[in-house]
């Protein structure tokens, strides 16, 4: 079975700073999506970025970006340019494409805070 | 479409109860799936459905809980005989295909007293 780990439990860095949060991951298979997930207080978990691991690029979108490696299992997530609507719990998550529901396995979670 | 929508937001029980969550999905997503997340931890898979057959429960799913979609459209999930332990927050997520993104609802929180 798929497991991911987030060693980080808590961040808090001051707004305009870049920010690194870790995860890594442990699985079998070699098709397959990482993700990150942002779940502001409110609750709804919103998709902040997505790498398909046959991509050795890494993905980026805006101030968000990842570093993946795939050797090592690692799919780190780096923010700049922090700004305060960045507070929120991050999880990183892992997706097997080919077999079963696709269903996401996620992290314990980052609680990330930016600091005014 | 205002996206995934669940209700209750909120359910508070007592123990022994039979209670009933609704999820609407995106109208065009053929994927449904529902989550557990407990205080502190990351969302856990419950059970998938692609348009009205379930497909995938996990060993989180005892027999005391039981989902349906009906005509491939909303889902319901159903605890019977509460717990305490079955306090969590239940959420509710669609995606078009599979590989595509999921859109989570806002959850619905359960607190069994």
């Known amino acids: 079975a798929q497991t991911v780990t987030q060693s980080q439990p808590e961040m808090s860095v001051q707004e305009a700073e870049t920010v690194t949060l870790s995860c890594t991951y442990d699985t079998s298979e070699n098709n397959y999506y990482l993700f990150w997930y942002k779940q502001p207080p409110s609750r709804q978990m919103i998709l902040v970025i997505r790498?398909?691991?046959?991509?050795?690029q890494n993905a980026t979108e805006n101030r968000f970006s990842v570093n993946f490696q795939k050797a090592a299992k690692s799919f780190s997530l780096k923010i700049s340019d922090s700004q305060l609507g960045d507070t929120a719990m991050y999880f990183c998550a892992f997706m097997d494409i080919i077999q079963g529901a696709q269903k996401l396995v996620f992290g314990q979670g980052t609680r990330l805070t930016i600091n005014p | 479409d205002t996206g995934v929508s669940q209700n209750p937001r909120h359910k508070i029980t007592k123990r022994g109860q039979n209670v009933t969550f609704r999820c609407d999905p995106i109208s065009e997503h053929n994927r449904l799936y529902w989550y557990r997340q407990t205080l502190g931890q990351g969302p856990e898979f419950l059970t998938y459905?692609?348009?009205?057959?379930?497909?995938?429960k996990s060993r989180l799913l005892s027999d005391r809980f039981s989902a349906e979609r009906p005509k491939g459209s909303f889902s319901t999930l159903e605890i019977q005989r509460t717990e305490q332990g079955d306090s969590a927050m239940y959420l509710c997520?669609?995606?078009?295909?599979?590989?595509?993104?999921?859109?989570f609802g806002q959850g619905t929180r359960l607190t069994v007293v």
């Open positions: 459905f692609q348009n009205e057959a379930q497909l995938e």
């Open positions: 997520a669609s995606s078009l295909d599979r590989v595509a993104e999921a859109f």
């Open positions: 790498q398909e691991a046959y991509k050795q």
